[in-house]
């Protein structure tokens, strides 16, 4: 009995805890991983996220000079890995969590970018948007090397393999020949 | 297999000129072969008549390689094991003089005994019911493709020693079965089993070789862990899939009770069978693995090391932490990588935050389970206040996503740490004043006693694990016997209860919450300083590692293979559930249906769900099963 009336104790000093929640809104806690949104005037498409991305909520598709990223919210686990690698802040972890839509279309969000051609081969190999800021990046560093350092930005990964196996090779050639 | 053939398809072609693929130097018995090698090729024709070599490790492509094949043995040199482990080591093998092949140090009190598969049931017998090891988990991978054979591995841990024995045997190509251990140890039902179903090998002499895990719809040849099986695969279903239950026996009239898949009074999907006589229940069958959802398998093809720890925190939607734990922690240990202390202290108050609101949530449930829905209210109030301390601290009430391997992924700032202080000396003082009326009720304290009882020696023949068995009186606790993060610099008792009832299990894990809140005011005073993360550099391919972590509901083993390009080779998850629930039969014999569901609900069951129903048809007595083609067609 002692015990039943330190029960009856207990629920009339605490009171009620719950929220009414549709009304109430209850209070978000500072730091949430919530919706993850990308922010198309910063993203440079590198795909940097989509790597990273745990469950394919990210996916990248590169088809005929357009490279489309799409982030679908059905899949997202929000554990904001995305936010991490982002070498540009482009896609921001927010604190809004109540995503339930009818469309499926409300969840997907699609980037689209433009893709560069390799000066070299004419293959599509990246965007505009990373080679200009690969440039920016690296201005300062190259400066002084000449142009052919600058160009060997344009070129896809196997040309500037193989040209740079031929610059080797040229130095090679000329340090046993003296 | 001769190892003159040996020697000529495996060491030959890179040996002896280049040895750079070969890392043999520790192997004496590498040593002593190739000496003999040596011997007979001076002689000129390589047929020296050596019976047998045995174990011989070689990392060919990556991958440990072991080649053990042959007649009989040559004595093996041994290394110098830790002395409480050689006890264990030498016991068995003095026990067993010619059945083990090769021991090896994988750490520090954690050995690889390589042995045939003919002599696992003595082996383990032996070592499981005489020396006392407790099962921890049971794996088989395939390594068909790159060595022709399958190796199966038996862990089994001796908490008081704090001492790990994985038991490896190999399963050639061709000859796919092994003889089961089960009759001997029975906790090894499942996972001899699980074995069968996933890869396709065939436990000999298993009393109870039905399906676990995969649907009775899925076909009988495939399976699903082999690695020519791609995880997107889509088998044809099996027409007119059947369980076969265990049917009462003849000549007596048992009721056959369902209980579950879905059952209000489990909160998960499994099907019990209950055989009842009258109210009591004399025989239980189970049915588990109603959502198998293959994660270890799309681990294996899909995700790299990572982005695993997010997948093993949803293997369970309470101790998510736990599992993201214990596998970063087994994939340190292979990595030889130590988590900065900062990271260190971080994880274990994450670890310790989450065993406060598990035992609250179970708590309520089994208050509520037994008709106390106020002690279901009063507790997860409580419980609500470490939710709001998680949220704090990692901004999130579940998933918080801070265990990665290298460290974790936020700092606690000194702010928060003062708020998070404020918040456990609130959650201590509301759960002690809560504990005190409801724990001396005397109808709850008389609906639990003598309830559900698990005898010690049963606990012990099952290998339950955690509250379960600190109830019966087995006192075992990961944190203490198997030190990792900060516990071996806290201060903490782990309850131990000899009654093995019911109101056992309540009382040792309110006490256990007492102590976990004990241990997160101790850590969050005592944080040391320094950086939270450091990435880990390399992580050598083929190295066996096991992750043990104590969490809400027992000892949860996470068991990897390293494998290459940032992939894990094997992944095998074991939470303490799949060992506590062999056990529940035992518990459930003799009691009344009305205990069924506090008897299961004491082990805190965490399964994972159903994809079809059994129905009876009330006029015919037959009973038919709807399969998912049904379920679609309404």
Redesign the interface.
């Known amino acids: 009995m002692k015990n039943i009336l330190r029960l009856l104790k207990i629920g009339i000093t605490r009171g009620r805890v719950t929220y009414r929640y549709p009304k109430d809104r209850t209070p978000v806690p500072e730091g949430l991983r919530g919706k993850p949104e990308l922010n198309f005037d910063d993203c440079i498409g590198c795909g940097a996220c989509v790597k990273a991305c745990p469950p394919n909520a990210l996916v990248m598709d590169d088809h005929e000079g357009t490279r489309t990223i799409k982030l679908f919210y059905g899949q997202c686990i929000m554990c904001g890995t995305c936010e991490e690698v982002c070498p540009v802040d482009a896609i921001r972890v927010f604190e809004e969590f109540e995503l339930a839509s009818l469309n499926r279309e409300d969840l997907e969000e699609v980037l689209q970018f433009a893709l560069a051609k390799c000066k070299s081969c004419g293959n599509y190999f990246t965007t505009n948007r990373v080679l200009e800021n690969t440039l920016s990046a690296y201005s300062e560093l190259v400066k002084g090397y000449g142009e052919e350092f600058t160009e060997m930005i344009f070129l896809c990964p196997d040309c500037r393999r193989k040209d740079w196996s031929e610059v080797l090779a040229e130095v090679y050639r000329g340090a046993r020949h003296e | 297999m001769l190892y003159t053939e040996v020697l000529h398809d495996l060491i030959h072609p890179t040996w002896p000129n280049g040895t750079t693929s070969l890392h043999y130097s520790h192997y004496p018995i590498f040593r002593q072969l190739v000496s003999m090698y040596d011997r007979d090729f001076a002689r000129g024709v390589p047929k020296c008549k050596v019976q047998a070599i045995g174990g011989i490790e070689i990392l060919r492509d990556g991958l440990s390689t072991f080649i053990n094949s042959v007649d009989t043995i040559i004595p093996n040199e041994w290394y110098e094991l830790n002395e409480i482990t050689m006890d264990i080591i030498t016991k068995i093998r003095s026990k067993f003089p010619d059945n083990v092949i090769k021991v090896t140090e994988l750490r520090e009190k954690t050995h690889l005994m390589e042995i045939k598969k003919a002599d696992l049931p003595q082996i383990l017998d032996y070592a499981h019911n005489s020396l006392g090891g407790h099962f921890m988990t049971m794996t088989g991978t395939d390594y068909i493709e790159s060595l022709d054979h399958f190796i199966i591995d038996y862990v089994l841990g001796w908490y008081e020693e704090g001492v790990l024995v994985v038991f490896r045997a190999r399963i050639r190509k061709g000859d796919e079965n092994f003889p089961s251990v089960t009759q001997y140890v029975p906790c090894a039902d499942w996972y001899e089993r699980e074995v069968k179903e996933s890869l396709g090998l065939n436990p000999i002499g298993h009393p109870n070789p039905r399906k676990l895990l995969l649907s009775d719809e899925w076909p009988e040849d495939i399976y699903p862990l082999r690695k020519n099986f791609k995880h997107d695969t889509r088998p044809p279903y099996k027409a007119e899939p059947r369980y076969p239950f265990e049917a009462p026996e003849n000549g007596k009239m048992f009721n056959i009770i369902p209980f579950g898949p879905y059952h209000f009074a489990i909160h998960e999907p499994i099907y019990f069978r209950f055989l009842t006589n009258g109210e009591r229940i004399v025989n239980t069958d189970l049915r588990a693995g109603f959502n198998y959802r293959g994660l270890e398998k799309i681990a294996e093809t899909r ?1 790299t090391y ?2 695993i720890p ?2 093993a925190e ?1 293997v369970c939607g309470i101790c998510g932490s736990v599992h993201a734990e214990a596998y970063t922690q087994a994939l340190e240990k292979a990595a030889k990588f130590e988590a900065p202390e900062r990271a260190k202290w971080i994880r274990t108050v994450m670890l310790e935050i989450e065993r406060v609101h598990s035992h609250l949530l179970w708590l309520g449930v089994a208050s509520h389970m037994v008709g106390f829905d ?1 002690g279901l ?2 507790f997860w ?1 409580v419980r ?1 206040k470490d939710m ?1 301390l998680a ?2 601290l ?3 009430r579940k ?1 918080y ?1 801070m265990i990665v391997p290298g460290g974790v ?2 700092d606690i700032r000194a702010d928060k740490k003062e708020k998070a202080l404020k918040l456990v000396s609130e959650i201590h003082e ?1 759960y002690e ?2 504990l ?3 724990l ?3 109808t709850l304290k008389k609906r639990l006693k003598d309830v559900g009882c698990l005898r010690k020696e049963d606990a012990k023949k099952y290998s339950v694990m955690g509250p379960v068995a600190r109830a019966s009186g087995i006192s075992i606790d990961s944190r203490r016997d198997y030190p990792y993060e900060a516990y071996p610099h806290l201060d903490f008792e782990s309850p131990v209860e000899p009654g093995g009832d019911v109101l056992a299990r309540t009382i040792v894990r309110a006490h256990d919450v007492l102590q976990s809140i004990k241990i997160i005011e101790q850590a969050l005073e005592s944080l040391p300083d320094g950086p939270v993360h450091t990435p880990l550099d390399y992580i050598p391919p083929g190295v066996t590692s096991v992750g043990l972590v104590e969490g809400p509901r027992g000892t949860d083993v996470h068991y990897i293979i390293t494998g290459k390009e940032d992939t894990v080779y094997r992944w095998r998850v074991r939470a303490p559930t799949y060992a506590n629930l062999q056990a529940t039969p035992l518990m459930l014999e003799g009691y009344t249906l009305a205990d069924a569901s506090i008897i299961i609900g004491s082990i805190d069951p965490c399964i994972s769900c159903a994809e079809r129903v059994l129905v009876v048809d009330a006029n015919s007595g037959k009973e038919r099963i709807l399969s998912s083609k049904d379920l679609l067609k309404r």
């Open positions: 995700l990572e982005t997010f997948m949803r106020s209210m009063q109030r609500d709001f949220e704090l990692t901004g999130n998933l996503g992924r936020r509301e004043e809560l005190r009326a409801t001396n009720l005397g």
